[in-house]
């Protein structure tokens, strides 16, 4: 086992009931896990939610997430992802301003341009934690003005 | 026929085979309680707190291996038992709570007596359920029943709206639960069984650490053939007490931070620790880098996040207790030889027994002795929290499962007067007592109407010290005797008694003990015994927080 704080995804199938969301906040405040982020949605079965959390820890605090998460009565399924192949996106909405040299960067990482309002561009960004890095990045010398993202989704790779 | 919400639920607790549910009412319970009255199959209990109700159902439980249940109005009722709740939370006992609640379309309106039960409760309860729909109650209770006692038991609550109760519909009790999401592991894997029997064959300092997993799996019989056969010693926690017979030349008593020293020095030296349904509390480990640094750990546990969360684990085995025990007891083909080490231990059991000063005055363990001598081992043992519980679990002799109720995980005073008369509700012909403190008496101190109303013969012994005996004992060794807020001044226990209708005998002298113990046990009814003992005497051994648990202090350890 090692100590070393890593950051991990954590795919969870829970029954789509009102107050799975509560209770699972509830359970990593309660144990003192840092979520750094946590997104929600249905999956192909109505019935069931899927949550990708984002959690940095070690392995024994991942060990306690699995098996805590596990054993709240409404979660069907809990897998750590980063153990396993996956693909992960996360969607960006952002307002920026600039000049054409801005447009043709937001261009080469594949950003949309949604509205633009004198000079002031609403825009669209999906991709891996590295695009976005590399986005960001490649940006330095713009202000972002005002900036909201979904958390991570993730899936694994394999058939399982 | 369609029944109504309130009808539904009462059907539903007679096929759970409910005899008793404690509780207190309220307005929005009003339906139930009055289908109640023509229901001959369940009594209705009427505490005189909700968390005394709540405790009751826990004691219930704990001494009878049945689903406690308690029954309590929305808001002030329902948080009243919040504390109850955690208390069984804490030591996995099964109980289900259900709570009134507002009306279902007044829900989150801050209406009269509202309270968000679900939410307060959801840390401290296995899992809880809001109705909404009368079509849902049925089932609900029937996967409360069975969550709350299978796999790691614990509290269930429902809480359930006026409006569903009157709502009516067609009742079918629901013959299965269907929980995709909850299947608790029962069997041990077999591979990781073996390995665990090769390493027991191997090791030549053995020690079983039973925990209340023994106790909740009904293992004892399992454990004790693991014992004997394999010439192992079994030292249990503060819940596991009564798992393993303790006047059993194997046995080593309670371990940990009042532990009797032998239990301690066999745990720091072993070289294999057999962890059976305990979880490596810190009061069990003191000082944890410094815990048994030469055993290798089988931990059995139904509960998976149990294991590896304190102490690292070499054999991990998730699953019931007592069935793995059974599996692991067919796969033991070679004894380990432990001739040495039982040597070793009966060495340390002769240095190092479990004493106290017993000289002309009344000291409170040589009540708890006189108590064991008159009964045998054998009555129910309830107790508070504070020095009174240290000395009831190590100066009793402990013998049987669910004997010893005690709130060991949360540590809550004022659990054990209620979850006493729990106990003897459940047990109508046994011997109940609570072990109490003049201080956590006073926490639940009100069911004294209860027993006194229902005749129920509990027999409460105060070892009255006059103080927060506890406490004051960490404030003599660590604070310098500063005694702040620890002193009591306390009422007239033997009047409070009378009060409510219930014996109360006045103790002051060693002499007298006897005497007063053997007239509480013949008398029909509750009996309260006030004893006052030496204020100053402290819990021996103990180790103090932070250190190793073989560095222990005073008690002639
Ligand atoms: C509800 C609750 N409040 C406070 C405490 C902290 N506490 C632990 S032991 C103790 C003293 C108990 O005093 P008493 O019941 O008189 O028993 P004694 O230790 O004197 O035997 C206290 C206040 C607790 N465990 N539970």
Known sequence: MSNKLKKH??????????GVL????SLFSARGFNIDSLAVGETEDPTISRMTIVVTGDDRTLEQVDKQLNKLIDVIRVDDLTKRGFVDRELLLFKIEGDSNLKAALGKFKA???????????????????????????????????????????IAKDKE | MKLSGAQILINSLIKENVDVIFGIPGGYLLPVLDKLYD??????LLTRHEQGAAHAADGYARATGKVGVCMVTSGPGATNIVTGLATANFDSIPIVAITGQVNTNMIGNDAFQEADLTGISRSI???????????????????????????????????LPKDVTLQEMDFNYPKKVNLRSYNPTYTGHPGQIKRAAALISESRRPVIYAGGGVIISGAEKELKE?????????????????????????SLKMLGMHGSA?????????????????????RVTGKIDEFAPDAKVIHIDIDPSSISKNVKVDIPIVGDCRSVLSDLNKKMNKKPNTNAWLKQIDGWKKTHPLTYRDDNKLRPQYIIEELNKLTEGKAIIATEVGQHQMWAALFYQHIKPRTFLTSGGLGTMGYGFPAAMGAQVGNPDKLVFDIAGDGSIQMNIQELATVAEYKIPVKILILNNSCLGMVRQW??????????????????FVKIAEGYGVKGIKVTKKQDVTKALKEAIKTAGPVLIDFHVEGEENVFPMVAPGNAINKMMGGLA
């Open chain 1, 9 to 18: 995804i954590v795919s969870v199938l829970v029954e789509n009931k009102f």
């Open chain 1, 22 to 25: 509560a209770h699972i906040s």
């Open chain 2, 475 to 492: 404030q003599e060794l660590f604070y310098d005797k500063r005694y702040q807020s620890t002193p009591l001044k306390n009422p007239d």
């Open chain 2, 262 to 282: 032998y239990a301690n020095f066999a745990i720091m030296d072993s070289d294999l620790i057999i962890a059976v349904g305990s979880r490596f509390d810190d």
């Open chain 2, 39 to 44: 229901c001959k199959e369940i009594q209705f």
């Open chain 2, 226 to 250: 693991l014992a004997e056969k394999n010439g192992i010693p079994v030292t249990t926690t503060l819940t596991g007490l009564g798992g393993f017979p303790e006047t059993h030349p194997l």
């Open chain 2, 125 to 159: 309860t296995k899992h809880n359920y809001l109705v909404k729909d009368v079509k849902d109650l049925a089932r609900i209770i029937k996967e409360a029943f069975y969550i709350a006692s299978t796999g790691r038991p614990g509290p269930v609550l429902i809480d």
């Open chain 1, 112 to 154: 949309e341009i949604l509205n633009e309002n004198r000079g002031m561009m609403l825009v669209q960004f999906c991709g891996s934690k590295k695009e976005t890095e590399e986005l960001f990045n490649g940006l330095k010398g713009y202000e972002i003005k005002e900036m909201v993202r979904t958390g991570k989704i993730a």
